[in-house]
T-cell receptor, first 111, second 114 residues
Framework: GQQVMQIPQYQHVQEGEDFTTYCNSSTTLSNIQWYKQRPGGHPVFLIQLVKSGEVKKQKRLTFQFGEAKKNSSLHITATQTTDVGTYFC???????????FGKGTTLSVSS | DVKVTQSSRYLVKRTGEKVFLECVQDMDHENMFWYRQDPGLGLRLIYF???????EKGDIPEGYSVSREKKERFSLILESASTNQTSMYLC?????????????FGPGTRLTVT
């Protein structure tokens, strides 16, 4: 069945280091979405990418959608303690309006 | 701002009890979703609804049912709670049925079944 995979599952960095999480889909996606869940919180929508090869930036966060629209990445430059949390990618299911989520990458940052 | 509320943040129930988890959204969204979140397993879709009285099974519907009698309210029902249903339950909603739109999540209900 359709799958969305994320790596790594966990990442620990020192404050100021960069961080990247990768998302791979078993199927071509019409869009990819990224969510962030802070510890003890709920997932919050960050961004949606639609076009092949699209790159979007939000301050220190850079999101990329692959040319084949089957993979995506989130890169954080110079991490801060406020970046701590779990980052999920999600793509549309093959039928309907539901999403299929990756298992997430949990980022911890030490100062 | 979209607001999705869930009836309880924490709930403790006994094995065999019937459990109702309620979710309400205030932005006239078409779609509503129920997920469970367990460590290492991410967000798994239980059921979703794209219209009043309409429902679709997700990946793990066994042991659960849902009800959507009004557009703003989506209920998850555990007919006979079991210990393996101890989990964090998240409700979400999204605006349109035209495509898989961004989802807005509620704060979650941590359910413990003893």
């Amino acid at each position: 069945g359709q799958q969305v995979m994320q790596i790594p599952q966990y990442q620990h960095v020192q404050e100021g280091e960069d961080f990247t999480t990768y998302c791979n889909s078993s199927t071509t996606l019409s869009n990819i979405q990224w969510y962030k869940q802070r510890p003890g919180g709920h997932p919050v929508f960050l961004i949606q990418l639609v076009k092949s090869g699209e790159v979007k930036k939000q301050k220190r966060l850079t999101f990329q959608f692959g040319e084949a629209k089957k993979n995506s990445s989130l890169h954080i430059t110079a991490t801060q303690t406020t970046d701590v949390g779990t980052y999920f990618c999600a793509g549309p299911r093959q039928a309907g309006t539901a999403l299929i989520f990756g298992k997430g990458t949990t980022l911890s940052v030490s100062s | 701002d979209v607001k999705v509320t869930q009836s309880s943040r924490y709930l403790v129930k006994r094995t065999g009890e019937k459990v109702f988890l309620e979710c309400v959204q205030d932005m006239d969204h078409e779609n509503m979703f129920w997920y469970r979140q367990d460590p290492g397993l991410g967000l798994r879709l239980i059921y979703f609804s794209y219209d009043v009285k309409m429902k679709e099974k997700g990946d793990i519907p066994e042991g659960y049912s849902v009800s959507r009698e009004k557009k703003e309210r989506f209920s998850l029902i555990l007919e006979s709670a079991s210990t393996n249903q101890t989990s964090m339950y998240l409700c979400a909603s999204s605006f349109t049925t035209a495509w898989a739109d961004e989802q807005y999540f509620g704060p979650g209900t941590r359910l413990t079944v003893t």
